[in-house]
């Protein structure tokens, strides 16, 4: 069964400092990684995804994840954080049986400080 | 680019009533919709996979009859919580796949979530 893990209930990080949000998997055959991001009271907002390819993806808003087969990671990354890129982060594996269904991480919420 | 459109945003009613939310894709046609409930300061939870023309598929503990799913149209599902109580009281989203599209890794747009309080 696919699963994917958010170590991390919390990330605090300084505004332009560097941020990492980080995300493992667990799946059979290829994964299919998404990250979300979700504001208060709204849905989730696509950010970027890995199918196959490069291993570092840029997405949305200057965010970018690298893949890492062997540690089985996909964790987020900005070079220089935004008060306003704080929110909460889902990390996300869709299972490849033929279906679509995506299974979610617990989520991080981040918080940027001025 | 594609939006999916959740209706109402807000729902506060009586316990005893059906709660009835809707989901529209807006500029695409999807034959299936998911729909997740999410716990505050929780991740979502997929309560059920919505197929246009067919039966929903639900996940495994999730009351059939208590969480109605109607897929009418290729743009239209709507979720039906009967008979509310306050522990039904979530912030329930729905979200859609553009299936046209030829890329079919394409990632679910989501609704905006209609966040359900019963009294």
């Known amino acids: 069964a696919q699963s994917v893990a958010q170590p991390e209930d919390q990330v605090n990080v300084a505004e332009g400092n560097p941020l990492t949000v980080k995300c493992t998997y667990s799946?059979?055959?290829?994964?299919?990684l998404f990250w979300y991001v979700q504001y208060p009271n709204r849905g989730l907002q696509f950010l970027l995804k890995y199918i196959t390819g490069d291993n570092l993806v840029k997405g949305s808003y200057g965010f970018e994840a690298e893949f890492n087969k062997s540690q089985t990671s996909f964790h987020l990354k900005k070079p220089s954080a935004l008060v306003s890129d704080s929110a909460l982060y889902f990390c996300?594996?869709?299972?490849?049986?033929?279906?679509?269904?995506?299974?979610f991480g617990a989520g991080t919420r981040l918080f940027v400080k001025a | 680019g594609a939006v999916v459109s959740q209706h109402p945003s807000r729902v506060i009613c009586k316990s005893g009533t059906s709660v009835k939310i809707e989901c529209r894709s807006l500029?695409?046609?999807?034959?299936?919709m998911f729909w997740y409930r999410q716990f505050p300061k929780q991740s979502l939870m997929l309560m059920a996979t919505?197929?246009?023309?067919?039966?929903?598929?639900?996940e495994q503990g999730v009351e059939k009859d208590k969480f109605l799913i109607n897929h009418a149209s290729l743009t239209l599902s709507t979720l039906t919580v009967t008979s509310a109580h306050p522990e039904d009281s979530s912030f329930y989203i729905c979200?859609?796949?553009?299936?046209?599209?030829?890329?079919?890794?394409?990632?679910?747009?989501f609704g905006d979530g209609t966040r359900l309080s019963i009294l």
């Open positions: 500029d695409f046609q999807a034959t299936t």
């Open positions: 996300a594996v869709r299972e490849n049986t033929g279906g679509f269904k995506t299974i």
């Open positions: 979200s859609a796949r553009d299936e046209l599209r030829v890329d079919d890794n394409q990632p679910q747009h």
């Open positions: 919505s197929n246009e023309g067919s039966k929903a598929t639900y």
């Open positions: 799946v059979s055959g290829n994964p299919y």
